[in-house]
């Protein structure tokens, strides 16, 4: 997911640089960013219902992308339900953490941060997608274009920061996991 | 509009950073209390364990006194009675002598063997001289013709406390039936030794030896192991099994010379 995002990003930088319209990526990375979590809490989240609702958002998800997508503008309702779709994903599993109880050390386990950083990301940009047309549309230089973007980046940023470390602490996990059954 | 967007963002955000917050702090109150209730959960067992031994010893024990004050005191009543029928046979009917014999040599035979039980329900020996001289007793007793045990013991062993006297002495004496019993042993030797971590028992023969996995596995087998382990449990002892069938077997029990959280009380019969 990362891997991706990163090549998006790279293109969006291209298409920027020649005055081309980069805007249907941000609608593509959402699709990857989505389809990461899923598989990433359809991993985690072994119980059927839980999987069940995974798949459900996804499909929701999906559905939405598919209606909403667009070529030159940003899909905001699709962007706006992936963010919902997240903070479910996010709550579902601090539910499965609370239920189960079997980490000993939340602090240094990589799945709460990977979700606390996805409820962050997604709550401060939720509306900035849903009313799309209010936020970034308005591109004149008085406009909010540009005061929306650099909030959508910061949080942006601030996730992937997070995914980066929750990355270090998985490695971490899978050392100790191997150190155990060894 | 902007102005509720911004508001709407501030308060899922305040929303997010405290859900964040209320899960790592109930989550890790969860498991602290988890950890707590798993610490009281393994105190009580041990506590229960230990009460389960102390009240097989006072059974034990309770057995024994009956056995030697009442039993026994009857039979050599008994006996007596005994010995006045048989001088007054042997006046009157010369040819009952030899049955009178024979009864009495029975007698004498179950008035032995209710000592010998009595005195193996309750190790005196271990009560009145400490662990090494009751081990000696034991290893005497076990030898005969066929098997041969040894024991093996530091110079200087430190005085235990009564409860892991009792529990060394029992496992030592559980090891030695099993390998004579189940393995047809020849020659076992008991090693006791101090070390600065605590006291190591190791009873080694040259028996069959057998399969742990397979005897742990099969609820009906090994009730003796089991023992050991709950009786080591109770003192924070540890036990090594080094067997494998077909070779002899080596066990090794260490257990730390500290006081135990849980006491065993012994009393003297």
Known sequence: MLVFSFVISLIQIHDAAYRHNNTYLYNLNSLVEMSGFAAAYWIELKSRRNRTLIISGFVVYVLVFLYDFSWTNIAGVALGVQRIIMILYALLYFHYIL????????????MFWVSAGAIVHAAGTLFVFLFVKVTLGDLSSNGSYYLYITIVRTFSAFFYLVLLVSFWLRRREFRVTDRLTV | MKLYIAVGTAVLLVMAIFII????????????????????????????????LQAQEHERRRIAQDLHDEIGTMLSVTKLSLNQLGRTVEHNDPG?????????????ETIANVRRISRDLVPTTLERFGLVSALEELAEKASNGEVHVELSCSDKMPTLLPQLDLTLFRIAQELINNAIKHANAENIIIDLHCQPTGILLSVIDDGRGFDLDEILKDKKRGLGLRNIESRLNVIDGHVTFDVEEGRGSRIHIQVKNLKPEVEVEVEAV
Do not use: C, P
């Open chain 1, 99 to 110: 239920t189960k109880m079997q980490i000993q050390n939340l602090l240094i386990h990589s």
């Open chain 2, 96 to 108: 009952s002598t030899v049955l009178v014999q024979k009864t009495r040599s029975l007698l004498d």
């Open chain 2, 21 to 52: 917050v209320f899960v790592a702090y109930y989550q890790q109150k969860q498991i602290r209390q988890q950890l707590i209730l798993k610490e009281w959960q393994e105190k009580y067992r041990k506590g229960l364990l230990a009460a389960t």
